[in-house]
């Protein structure tokens, strides 16, 4: 019996299913044509709850799973490229047997989402990437000295540090919170966007044995780069939008993706930074859904 969790009058309903090996946690909600949201660093499926998921749910079955090493999902030490975490994402729709979907994400979600796109070009109707560059089409030039700015001037400096072996572990462990609190603050446009009740959930997310982990997302990066340079020989021919914050990636999205499908139209999120679902929720709603009925 999956616990249910009632947001803005909808229910979302936790699950755990242990599929591709991996013991993995998703939350439902809706009814109609399937939706998927992946989430990225720094949070977990939460990052739909309040707004997105509740809103898509009217019309839609939506599926947001907590991807490997974060959430409830379990943290195993390897299998971080983008690839072996579609492959995650495949084992979980197999499981549900949902058909073709909608699939979006943020963040490296948005990495992980393009590769399943990528490798099973039947079973996603139309892709959503928010606020990410991919490995080898963009993501290096902003691993670079001086370091590369934002869309409000900031240093993009984590990049370099979370590709370091341990000494971030080592670093972060205890201060989970600061550091997190950190980006939610200085990577938005609004800084008090994200909810004390959410940072919350992050701190016991990544301050969990082997939450950390997840910083792994970032360390697999070359050979993501080799796989998306691989798989671009072939661009994606499915409709894709490429949302990003105009005070953080903005255009840049648009012009990465361009180099990886042939139907790619960009928007740029006014007042928002990266976190895009919780500082600008409703523009994010209102275009997922006239993309998904487009």
């Avoid at 699939?103 to 979600?109: K, M, R, S």
Wanted: charged residues 20%; hydrophobic residues 45%.
């Amino acid at each position: 019996m999956a616990n249910v969790d009632l947001v803005n009058g909808v229910e979302l309903r936790h699950h755990m299913v242990r599929a591709n090996g991996l013991l993995q946690h998703f939350v439902t909600a809706g009814s109609g044509d399937p939706v998927v949201l992946l989430h990225g660093f720094a949070q977990t499926w939460l990052e739909w709850r309040r707004d997105i998921m509740p809103s898509l749910a009217r019309d839609y079955t939506v599926i947001a799973p907590d991807m490997r090493g974060v959430g409830d999902t379990e943290r195993p030490v390897t299998g971080y490229e983008k690839r072996a975490m579609a492959e995650d994402l495949r084992a979980l729709l197999e499981h549900l047997d949902l058909g073709p979907v909608f699939l979006a994400g943020h963040d490296f979600g948005g990495a992980v989402a393009y590769a399943y796109a990528a490798a099973y070009r039947d079973a996603v109707r139309k892709l959503v990437i928010m606020e990410m560059i991919m490995p080898g089409f963009g993501y290096e030039q902003a691993m670079q000295a001086p370091f590369a700015e934002d869309g409000l001037g900031r240093g993009v400096w984590h990049l370099f540090f979370h590709d370091a072996p341990d000494i971030p572990e080592a670093l972060i462990t205890g201060r989970e919170r600061l550091y997190l609190s950190w980006f939610h603050r200085n990577f938005a446009y609004n800084p008090a966007a994200v909810p004390v009740e959410d940072l919350d959930e992050y701190e016991r997310s990544y301050a969990a044995p082997g939450g950390l982990r997840a910083l792994n997302y970032y360390r697999t990066h070359f050979t993501d780069a080799e796989h998306n340079r691989e798989s671009a020989k072939t661009p994606l021919t499915i409709p894709v939008l490429a949302l990003g914050g105009a005070g953080f990636l903005g255009g840049i999205v648009e012009q990465g993706m361009s180099a990886l499908a042939t139907d790619v139209r960009g928007e740029i999120i006014p007042e928002c930074g990266h976190w895009v679902a919780d500082e600008q929720p409703g523009y994010v709603i209102d275009s997922l859904r006239r993309f998904f009925r487009s």
